[in-house]
């Protein structure tokens, strides 16, 4: 019996990767088909390019009108299941894209949003507290990503733990956020600090 469990885990694995590979649109059309079940939720017109990998299917939600760029990698999984990704209406994601809320994180995009190549939003991170335990024995912290509508996530940043982005906010090309950023402002840098606003 056990043979035979990891014979179907290992099909389904295989099948998978075939289908992740698949170009154009014909792979996009069959990509959503075979995957749309899979998610808590998920809305229609989704674009899932090639070699886009999910993992906590049953922790994503999808609005109407999301596209993945290739290599994506949207993760929410956990052993409780109280990881969540949540995606609104009309949110696009560049390629190589980390959408990481494993291990309890919660990451909510919300409607046209924008998220540039390369970015990174981790929601939860390693403890460290304890010296005489090694940082990968200590677990995580929980944390909250929120990024607000109409906001824009420029090309290779780093969203970290327990911060939102504003509406209509913009994170500059390579900034590393550790704070909020409030609505319709500009930020950038290391740390990423006001460069600017829209209002």
């Known amino acids: 019996m056990k043979i035979l469990h990891l014979l179907i885990k290992e099909s389904k694995a295989f099948f998978d990767a075939i289908l992740s590979s698949l170009p154009g649109n014909t792979g996009i059309y069959l ?66 894209v980390m959408i990481n809320a494993d291990v309890r994180g919660i990451i909510i995009i919300e409607d046209k949003v924008l998220v540039g190549p390369n970015v990174v939003m981790r929601a939860s991170g390693h403890r460290y507290e304890e010296r005489s335990v090694p940082i990968r024995e200590q677990g995580h912290h929980k944390g909250i990503i929120m990024i607000k509508t109409g906001a824009w996530i420029g090309a290779n940043s780093v969203i970290l733990p327990d911060v ?20 319709f402002k500009i930020v950038g840098g290391l740390p990423a600090r006001e460069i600017g606003s829209r209002i």
């Not at 939600?61 to 999984?77: H, K, P, R």
């Not at 509406?167 to 409030?182: E, P, R």
């Open 31 to 96: 990509r959503y088909i075979a995957y749309k079940r899979r998610f808590k939720s998920c809305g229609e017109n989704i674009s899932i390019s090639q070699a886009v990998s999910f993992k906590g299917w049953a922790n994503i939600e999808l609005g109407n009108n999301v596209g993945f760029g290739e290599l994506n990698s949207i993760y929410a999984e956990s052993m409780t299941n109280e990881s969540t990704i949540r995606i609104g209406n009309d949110v696009s994601f560049n390629r190589n």
């Open 164 to 183: 939102t982005i504003g509406k209509g906010a913009i994170v500059a090309a390579g900034a590393i956020v550790t704070k909020d950023v409030n609505e």
